[in-house]
């Protein structure tokens, strides 16, 4: 089932404000065999503002199946995607219903303000209309109103842990990282500045009177915009100022404070992870940043590198810490002083190895820690890292790059390999695992043996995905 609306489009005065449910018209029949408009991003030709809809996958549309639901928020920075490139078919056969869907992006869905008609996070509230329109409506589909988990990737992932810890949401099993900043309307008057909005006024209003498509063209200046003014490892984490932000209903304080104060469900059931080699597939970025940053890019094979390089790259990288000198040697110190042939494919791994830390690892670690250290009840809490990096990666066959990079998990997730023939035999058992791993923590909030808890004392309680064959 394809392009059910879910919202009132966001058009006009809407534009910016919080979701506003859609109220049906019983007398009309509404058409779902195509895929909607996607949200605006740049470089889309079927992109609309009325983009609010979702897409449903199951295996029958008795309401006494029961089954449960799995809603999933995809990734790309916040300014790119759409729920109708992922097809949710090999994950509905497994006995659930899997829902897809459009929230808006970029400077509609995540332009943080000082203004109280466009605070910011109207991404988040979309994402969580979609949820209520779920439970609402989803017995149609064969699916249990009660038994919803939400699942994603990259900024997908961010966002759920944003509803893990809002009042607004319910209903959160899965997650990953998340890291957000204050409301400061910094980005956005900048943005109303490249359109000729008086910043010192009413500049929101002025921004709803501009087109669309202007309005993308001026996102993706202040983008550049942004990454002129904190050319260090900020780069990496920074690169995306259209995000979720904190100081509104949504998260009205930071992520760390809401998690003291226990703001989340006693009974969370939560699956988050990250990729071994998440952060190799940023590597072109380094190029922005110093001079030799090509040399870690998966791809070259060959690079002259050596531990004075490395250290070098690296406390560029770490500029904008309070650390750089300390981050640098902890990641360079195992190696010798001495430029060594053999040494080459270890250290380009290690610099990349820092980014994943940085951008990734350590706030998906600290996370989950952090949800059972402040938990009053049993938060039960896996983590996982996966180590396969399929036929078709960045890495795959790459002389130093040793395992999977950041989306390389979404091949697996959605059953790729089953209806696409140039991956190998190797990645279907693989896709297989995971699917069958993340259809039974839906049905059951459990994955047997596969992994165990995360403790907040026992970071070795991580676990590998990866094939032994």
């Given at each position: 089932v394809q392009g059910i609306p879910y919202a009132t489009p966001p058009l006009g005065d809407l534009r910016f404000r919080r979701t506003v449910p859609i109220y049906y018209n019983e007398y009309k029949t509404i058409s779902a065999t195509q895929?909607?408009?996607?949200?605006?991003?740049?470089?889309?030709?079927?992109?609309?503002?009325?983009?609010?809809?979702?897409?449903?996958?199951?295996?029958?549309?008795?309401?006494?199946?029961?089954?449960?639901?799995?809603?999933?928020?995809?990734?790309?920075?916040?300014?790119?995607?759409?729920?109708?490139?992922?097809?949710?078919?090999?994950?509905?056969?497994?006995?659930?219903?899997?829902?897809?869907?459009?929230?808006?992006?970029?400077?509609?869905?995540?332009?943080?303000?000082?203004?109280?008609?466009?605070?910011?996070?109207?991404?988040?509230?979309?994402?969580?209309?979609?949820?209520?329109?779920?439970?609402?409506?989803?017995?149609?589909?064969?699916?249990?109103?009660?038994?919803?988990?939400?699942?994603?990737?990259?900024?997908?992932?961010?966002?759920?842990?944003?509803?893990?810890?809002?009042?607004?949401?319910?209903?959160?099993?899965?997650?990953?990282?998340?890291?957000?900043?204050?409301?400061?309307?910094?980005?956005?008057?900048?943005?109303?500045?490249?359109?000729?909005?008086?910043?010192?006024?009413?500049?929101?209003?002025?921004?709803?009177?501009?087109?669309?498509?202007?309005?993308?063209?001026?996102?993706?200046?202040?983008?550049?915009?942004?990454?002129?003014?904190?050319?260090?490892?900020?780069?990496?984490?920074?690169?995306?100022?259209?995000?979720?932000?904190?100081g509104d209903e949504f998260l009205p304080q930071s992520p760390v404070q809401l998690l003291k104060q226990r703001n989340f469900r006693p009974d969370l059931q939560v699956l988050m992870g990250h990729e071994i080699m998440d952060g190799a597939i940023f590597t072109p970025i380094f190029n922005y940043v110093i001079p030799t940053g090509s040399q870690y890019v998966p791809s070259v094979p060959f690079a002259y590198i050596n531990k004075h390089i490395a250290y070098s790259n690296l406390r560029t990288l770490f500029a904008n810490t309070p650390y750089p000198k300390v981050l640098a040697q902890k990641y360079t110190q195992t190696f010798s002083n001495w430029y060594n042939i053999s040494q080459t494919n270890d250290l380009r791994a290690t610099v990349v190895q820092s980014i994943s830390d940085y951008r990734y690892t350590c706030s998906t670690v600290l996370f989950g820690q952090l949800l059972n250290k402040y938990s009053n009840f049993a938060v039960n809490v896996h983590q996982y890292y996966l180590q396969y990096a399929n036929s078709q990666s960045p890495c795959y066959n790459s002389t130093w790059c040793y395992g999977a990079t950041h989306y390389d998990d979404l091949p697996l997730v959605f059953g790729q390999p089953y209806y696409q023939s140039n991956y190998t035999d190797t990645d279907r058992y693989m896709s297989a695992l995971v699917m069958n791993i993340w259809t039974q923590f839906a049905k059951t909030g459990f994955i047997g043996n596969t992994f165990l808890y995360c403790s907040g004392s026992k970071r070795q309680s991580m676990a590998a995905i990866h094939t032994t064959n």
């Open positions: 895929f909607s408009n996607i949200c605006l991003q740049y470089g889309n030709a079927n992109e609309n503002e009325d983009c609010l809809y979702l897409n449903i996958y199951t295996s029958t549309l008795n309401p006494s199946a029961n089954m449960p639901v799995m809603i999933w928020l995809y990734g790309g920075g916040f300014t790119t995607g759409a729920g109708s490139n992922y097809d949710g078919q090999q994950l509905a056969i497994r006995d659930v219903v899997v829902v897809t869907l459009n929230y808006r992006l970029g400077v509609f869905g995540f332009m943080c303000t000082d203004r109280p008609d466009a605070p910011g996070n109207a991404g988040l509230w979309d994402q969580a209309m979609a949820m209520n329109w779920t439970q609402q409506y989803i017995t149609h589909f064969g699916g249990n109103p009660n038994d919803i988990v939400m699942f994603g990737q990259s900024c997908g992932s961010m966002s759920i842990s944003a509803h893990i810890l809002s009042n607004v949401s319910q209903g959160i099993q899965v997650g990953k990282n998340l890291t957000s900043r204050q409301v400061d309307g910094l980005i956005a008057k900048r943005l109303a500045s490249f359109v000729g909005c008086n910043i010192h006024t009413d500049y929101v209003q002025c921004l709803r009177q501009i087109s669309g498509k202007e309005l993308i063209l001026a996102q993706n200046k202040t983008l550049l915009w942004n990454i002129g003014i904190e050319k260090t490892i900020q780069l990496v984490s920074d690169i995306y100022p259209f995000s979720v932000c904190y």
